[in-house]
């Protein structure tokens, strides 16, 4: 390829760029409750379809399906059975947890909708769909779904 | 237990800081970049029609031709158009809401590429389609291949 600009150089540049940025989110009325639950109370709450009786956690406004107002919240016991996960081995900016960690989806007894949340006091090489699972709080709490340190195997 | 909703006067905000570093090879742009830091604006240059192109591109969008031929584009152009923010907007290489007291603006260069930038002149009523307009760069030990290698375009009297 020929140039005819020859003092100016075609060595690669390699550009580094930092990006910043600062978003701040609300969770809104539904997550605020939800959250507020678990920071005062250590207790993980599931809202109510008024339609289809389908129990949500997290729980959410309106209903997917029958697109209802949802307002009836239930407290749930925190239990539930492990119905998926997978093993996180890349460490990346920001992750909550040092790897290797598990993560998975837990549904509630009382719930109808699965939950995704870290695995901890597990073997990673021994998960099993379907153990039972129990929340562990952290002792400081700030209103985060992170005030659940992780679910750990129910005694 | 259930209990209905009501109005909760806390409302739980999350801020998410984050700054991530981002590396990338220039590739074919690499001569633009070299040409800023020497304080010299380069454009591909299409050999079909002579349309000149910022930030250079190997293939022309137009006539789909490859193009090879570099052209100076000199320290000068023309104002094209302008806009002035008037409210704080975030800036992703600090993380913060700032001020933007500068208008942004494209000029068309003496070698007829176009390209953006900030103008120096605040006053968006001073502004006229067509006014001459004249590169200012940073210093050469504070430049590093980018756009904003060139810190803003002042006006020029003719």
């Given at each position: 390829?020929?140039?005819?600009?020859?003092?100016?150089?075609?060595?690669?540049?390699?550009?580094?760029?930092?990006?910043?940025?600062?978003?701040?989110?609300?969770?809104?009325?539904?997550?605020?409750?939800?959250?507020?639950?678990?920071?005062?109370?250590?207790?993980?709450?599931?809202?109510?379809?008024?339609?289809?009786?389908?129990?949500?956690?997290?729980?959410?406004?309106?209903?997917?399906?029958?697109?209802?107002?949802?307002?009836?919240?239930?407290?749930?016991?925190?239990?539930?059975?492990?119905?998926?996960?997978?093993?996180?081995?890349?460490?990346?900016?920001?992750?909550?947890?040092?790897?290797?960690?598990?993560?998975?989806?837990?549904?509630?007894?009382?719930?109808?909708?699965?939950?995704?949340?870290?695995?901890?006091?597990?073997?990673?090489?021994?998960?099993?769909?379907?153990?039972?699972?129990?929340?562990?709080?952290?002792?400081?709490?700030?209103?985060?779904?992170?005030?659940?340190?992780?679910?750990?195997?129910?005694? | 237990?259930?209990?209905?909703?009501?109005?909760?006067?806390?409302?739980?905000?999350?801020?998410?800081?984050?700054?991530?570093?981002?590396?990338?090879?220039?590739?074919y742009?690499?001569?633009?970049?070299?040409?800023?830091?020497?304080?010299?604006?380069?454009?591909t240059?299409c050999?079909?029609?002579?349309?000149?192109?910022?930030?250079?591109r190997i293939v022309c969008p137009f006539h789909h031709i490859k193009q090879?031929?570099?052209?100076?584009?000199?320290?000068?152009?023309?104002?094209?158009?302008?806009?002035?923010?008037?409210?704080?907007?975030?800036?992703?290489?600090?993380?913060?809401?700032?001020?933007?007291?500068?208008?942004?603006?494209?000029?068309?260069?003496?070698?007829?590429?176009?390209?953006?930038?900030?103008?120096?002149?605040?006053?968006?009523?001073?502004?006229?389609?067509?006014?001459?307009?004249?590169?200012?760069?940073?210093?050469?030990?504070?430049?590093?291949?980018?756009?904003?290698?060139?810190?803003?375009?002042?006006?020029?009297?003719?």
């Amino acid at each position: 390829m020929s140039h005819n600009i020859p003092e100016i150089s075609e060595e690669p540049v390699i550009a580094e760029v930092v990006s910043h940025s600062n978003f701040q989110v609300s969770v809104g009325a539904t997550g605020t409750k939800f959250l507020k639950e678990i920071r005062d109370n250590k207790t993980i709450m599931g809202i109510k379809c008024p339609s289809c009786k389908k129990v949500y956690v997290p729980p959410r406004s309106h209903c997917p399906i029958c697109f209802d107002r949802m307002s009836e919240w239930v407290a749930l016991s925190g239990k539930g059975s492990l119905t998926s996960y997978t093993i996180v081995r890349y460490p990346e900016p920001y992750m909550p947890k040092k790897t290797p960690y598990a993560y998975g989806i837990i549904q509630l007894d009382g719930a109808d909708t699965g939950m995704a949340h870290f695995l901890g006091e597990v073997d990673l090489d021994k998960i099993e769909i379907g153990v039972r699972l129990e929340p562990v709080f952290k002792e400081e709490r700030e209103g985060s779904i992170l005030d659940i340190d992780y679910f750990k195997p129910s005694s | 237990m259930s209990t209905e909703q009501t109005q909760d006067p806390e409302f739980i905000q999350f801020r998410y800081p984050r700054e991530l570093l981002y590396t990338h090879a220039l590739g074919y742009q690499s001569k633009f970049a070299n040409g800023l830091k020497q304080g010299r604006i380069l454009a591909t240059k299409c050999p079909v029609d002579g349309r000149c192109t910022i930030p250079p591109r190997i293939v022309c969008p137009f006539h789909h031709i490859k193009q090879t031929e570099w052209v100076d584009q000199g320290q000068r152009g023309r104002l094209v158009s302008a806009f002035k923010i008037n409210f704080p907007m975030f800036n992703s290489r600090t993380g913060e809401l700032q001020n933007w007291e500068n208008p942004i603006i494209a000029v068309e260069l003496e070698g007829g590429a176009r390209m953006d930038g900030w103008c120096s002149e605040t006053d968006p009523e001073k502004l006229k389609t067509g006014m001459l307009l004249e590169a200012v760069w940073r210093p050469p030990e504070e430049r590093q291949g980018r756009a904003d290698d060139i810190l803003h375009w002042s006006p020029v009297e003719e």
